[in-house]
């Protein structure tokens, strides 16, 4: 029969697709038959885990916000409907080709047949090959309502102390709401939050390092997460006996000694109260002295004060001292100047007595000493004018509920929320919906006045409670009501304010968190890092290093009505606090269980402070009465070199928060050039002058100096050389009173908290 051209073809194209129909059935079938891939693939339960532990859609990869080379997914595969657009009908189909799923750029460029910006992601032999082609070559199949939902992602073994070198295999199996499970080990994304002590391959393999300390390792799998601790002690065993003889002044003693105990962390050094070995010695009056000094109030003892404390010879002279400093004026500065990094925004944002307003606020409140809980409320449900109720003035600065929470779940909760405005959390279990869930407990903050008008922002404004105010969810566009993190949140009604429900939550009894991060956060300023490291980072996948420590410290703080003075006494007056910051060989590697003091760089306003008592010449600031300290100041604006080179927060950063704590080669040059610290060395009217023109002897000259500069009298190898130089025929008194004193203040003793 004659058959024409068009009739021609459409009898090639039939052939041909009942070619490409028996090549899929075949195909099918033989997946069927392998146990490794499932027998029809779908994209949620299959392909998805495939992208997210190849980092195909991470945030450095085609998961970042505007996707990369044209290819965009969602960040670890929150948004499925977005990714299964991209993936099937972007770049105009070429992504996928069922007919041909070999030639499909979703998998020539992961196996590197095409170029691929981010190199071969996946092994053409390999199982995850094999899954993908499969589900392009069945349809492209996405779940259905009947299809079961993944509940639980487990870890096996169950976990257990590592010997140093050991390696371990861990196997995640995930458990569908239909009761079925899978082996999902290599398709699950790994960290170690120590990798030192414990680290973990791609593929679920453990090894420990040589660093005795703990480990906990995160299992992550389509949005849940799981987590391993282990722990791995120095392969010498201590006896529990001698941990049982180290002096104790406190539960904090106890607490630590036991989990040094499980590490076999060694004492090194003998203390005077016992012949045995102790964490590090404690530190003698002087380091001790000169420490407590600088964590209670921020400021060095005068040499009289340094005198009289050496020289008093009362068993309970340590815990008067602190008394004392706790009562100080300073101690509210200093503690305030702390709080500001926090809270403090830009002046040229929200304006210049704003500013002022809210730091007038924050000291009043150390002042008064304030129960943490009340200052905490007094600040999240602030009203009135930025220019009579400074608290107000975080609301003048963060204008949208989502900034708000971002601010406040951080810093009250220790939850850092901001990655869930966008995405779920990676490392967390919260969504979106609970970001801006808790954000609509701010969704009624209105606002009368002046606004923001940069960089000049001078005018007043008034915060209040709107009658109306709603937060919506960003893609469902639905109204949230306000809800909390956990627990319950009670029905509210037109009048109440939901920042007050809000509050009430936050410092609730039973909240987990709220005391846990404000006793992390004191803990990390007087010990040199927090028991959770970042201090406002409490998750699951990053464990306090001594949980038990961390509760203890809540529920003291709690059962002491949030009094910051009380858990700070309770603190210095602990064995662990007078360690000595000298490592030993067997802790030299540790640095989060407390086995020694870990040391502090002093901060920026400290450190200008101590230089002025030290030459006896004050610092002079812009916007200040004369005589100020720089821990008075109000406002990162005021102009000086020595405190933006020592790291004090960048005004023009949002928010100006971030303090850089790290030593640098700017600071050490600075202390040894500047011509304003030279000036005040050789001031007429300063220490050195006055000493040298003084009749004390030059072994009282160097006792002062010392003193002054590191709270101790100096030691008699460090006196006889530097006496020796005073009497030298025709030595120059004044010029060797200055050299000594700039040679002590360019010392690691002094610019460190030891």
Same mark, same amino acid.
């Given at each position: 029969m004659h058959r024409t051209g068009q009739q021609s073809s459409l009898i090639v194209f039939s052939l041909f697709c009942a070619a490409a129909f028996t090549f899929t059935a075949v195909q099918s079938r033989c997946f069927a038959a392998d146990s490794a891939s499932p027998v029809s693939p779908k994209f949620e339960l299959d392909i998805q885990p495939i992208l997210?532990?190849?980092?195909?859609?991470?945030?450095?990869?085609?998961?970042?916000?505007?996707?990369?080379?044209?290819?965009?997914?969602?960040?670890?595969?929150?948004?499925?409907?977005?990714?299964?657009?991209?993936?099937?009908?972007?770049?105009?189909?070429?992504?996928?080709?069922?007919?041909?799923?070999?030639?499909? +750029?979703?998998?020539?460029?992961?196996?590197?047949?095409?170029? @691929? &910006?981010?190199?071969?992601?996946?092994?053409?032999? &390999?199982d995850d090959y094999r899954l993908l082609s499969h589900w392009i070559s069945s349809g492209l199949a996405r779940t259905s309502p009947t299809d079961p939902v993944l509940k639980t992602v487990e870890i096996s073994p169950a976990p257990y102390t590592m010997a140093a070198g050991q390696?371990?295999?861990?196997?995640?199996?995930?458990?569908?709401?239909?009761?079925?499970?899978?082996?999902?080990?290599?398709?699950?994304?790994?960290?170690?939050?120590?990798?030192?002590?414990?680290?973990?391959?791609?593929?679920?393999?453990?090894?420990?390092?040589?660093?005795? &300390?703990?480990? /906990?390792?995160?299992?992550?799998?389509?949005?849940?997460?799981?987590?391993?601790?282990?722990?791995?002690?120095?392969?010498?065993?201590?006896?529990?006996?001698?941990?049982?003889?180290?002096?104790?002044?406190?539960?904090?003693?106890?607490?630590v000694y036991r989990k040094l105990a499980s590490l076999n962390i060694e004492p090194s050094l003998p203390i005077a109260l016992s012949e045995i070995s102790a964490p590090s010695d404690p530190s003698n009056d002087a380091h001790y002295l000169r420490r407590v000094y600088l964590d209670a109030i921020g400021r060095l003892p005068t040499p009289n004060e340094a005198r009289v404390f050496l020289g008093d010879q009362a068993a309970d002279k340590r815990g008067?001292?602190?008394?004392?400093? +706790?009562?100080?004026?300073?101690?509210?500065?200093?503690?305030?100047?702390?709080?500001?990094?926090?809270?403090?925004?830009?002046?040229?944002?929200?304006?210049i007595k704003a500013t002022l307003s809210l730091d007038g606020w924050i000291r009043n409140a150390f002042r008064k000493n304030v129960p943490y809980d009340q200052f905490v409320t007094g600040l999240v449900t602030a009203q009135g004018s930025t220019w009579r109720n400074g608290a107000v003035t975080i609301f003048r600065d963060r204008r949208e509920p989502e900034e708000i929470v971002t601010m406040v779940s951080q810093l009250f909760l220790g939850v850092r929320l901001e990655c869930a405005k966008c995405h779920q959390h990676p490392f967390e279990v919260y969504s979106q919906r609970d970001f801006y869930s808790l954000a609509a407990y701010f969704g009624r903050v209105g606002y009368k006045g002046a606004g923001l008008s940069p960089p000049i922002s001078g005018g007043e404004e008034i915060i209040h409670l709107k009658d109306k105010g709603e937060v919506r969810h960003p893609l469902t566009k639905e109204v949230l009501r306000p809800k909390p993190l956990i627990g319950t949140s009670p029905e509210l009604s037109d009048e109440q304010d939901p920042r007050a429900a809000f509050a009430s939550w936050l410092t609730a009894a039973d909240n987990p968190y709220f005391a846990k991060i404000a006793v992390n956060r004191i803990w990390a300023d007087l010990m040199?890092?927090?028991?959770?490291?970042?201090?406002?980072? +409490?998750?699951?996948?990053?464990?306090?290093?001594?949980p038990e420590l961390l509760d203890a410290l809540a529920e003291y703080y709690?059962?002491?009505?949030?009094?910051?003075?009380?858990?700070?006494?309770?603190?210095?007056?602990? @064995?662990?606090?007078?360690?000595?910051?000298?490592?030993?060989? /067997?802790?030299?590697?540790?640095?989060?269980?407390?086995?020694?003091?870990?040391?502090?760089?002093?901060?920026?306003?400290? +450190?200008?402070?101590?230089?002025?008592?030290?030459?006896e010449k004050q610092d002079t600031f812009a916007a200040l009465p004369p005589g100020s300290r720089a821990m008075e100041l109000w406002t990162h604006r005021v102009e000086s070199e020595m405190l933006d080179t020592f790291g004090r927060p960048d005004a023009n950063q949002d928010p100006p928060c971030e303090r850089t704590p790290e030593a640098?080669?700017?600071?050490?040059?600075?202390?040894?050039?500047?011509?304003?610290i030279q000036g005040r060395l050789a001031a007429d009217g300063g220490r050195a002058h006055n000493l040298s023109q003084s009749p004390l002897t030059s072994a009282a000259i160097i006792d002062d100096l010392y003193l002054a500069t590191f709270s101790r009298f100096p030691t008699a190898s460090e006196a006889s050389v530097l006496v020796a130089e005073f009497e030298k025929p025709g030595a120059d008194r004044r010029r060797l009173t200055e050299d000594v004193l700039w040679s002590l203040l360019n010392s690691a003793e002094f610019l460190y908290v030891d």
């Open positions: 997210t532990a190849r980092g195909c859609n991470a945030g450095a990869c085609h998961g970042k916000a505007r996707g990369q080379n044209g290819f965009a997914l969602s960040l670890l595969g929150f948004d499925a409907d977005m990714d299964f657009e991209a993936i099937v009908t972007g770049s105009r189909g070429r992504r996928v080709v069922p007919a041909s799923p070999a030639t499909s +750029l979703l998998l020539m460029k992961a196996t590197g047949k095409l170029p @691929h &910006g981010g190199g071969v992601r996946i092994d053409e032999t &390999g390696a371990e295999s861990l196997h995640v199996t995930a458990t569908y709401s239909d009761g079925t499970q899978r082996d999902v080990t290599n398709t699950c994304a790994y960290q170690s939050n120590e990798p030192a002590v414990v680290a973990v391959a791609v593929d679920g393999t453990l090894r420990a390092g040589d660093l005795p &300390g703990e480990a /906990t390792i995160m299992a992550r799998y389509m949005g849940m997460i799981s987590t391993w601790s282990t722990a791995v002690p120095r392969p010498n065993p201590v006896p529990a006996s001698f941990y049982e003889q180290l002096p104790r002044s406190n539960f904090i003693d106890e607490l008067r001292l602190v008394d004392a400093l +706790l009562d100080r004026p300073e101690y509210a500065d200093f503690w305030s100047n702390k709080w500001a990094d926090l809270l403090r925004p830009n002046p040229y944002r929200v304006g040199g890092i927090g028991i959770v490291d970042p201090v406002d980072d +409490l998750r699951a996948t990053n464990p306090p290093s001594n709690r059962s002491v009505g949030y009094d910051s003075k009380k858990l700070l006494k309770a603190i210095f007056a602990s @064995h662990v606090y007078s360690l000595s910051s000298a490592p030993n060989s /067997t802790n030299v590697g540790d640095y989060r269980n407390f086995s020694r003091h870990y040391r502090k760089r002093l901060r920026a306003e400290v +450190l200008a402070d101590a230089l002025a008592d030290i030459t640098t080669m700017t600071q050490a040059l600075h202390l040894m050039n500047s011509p304003v």
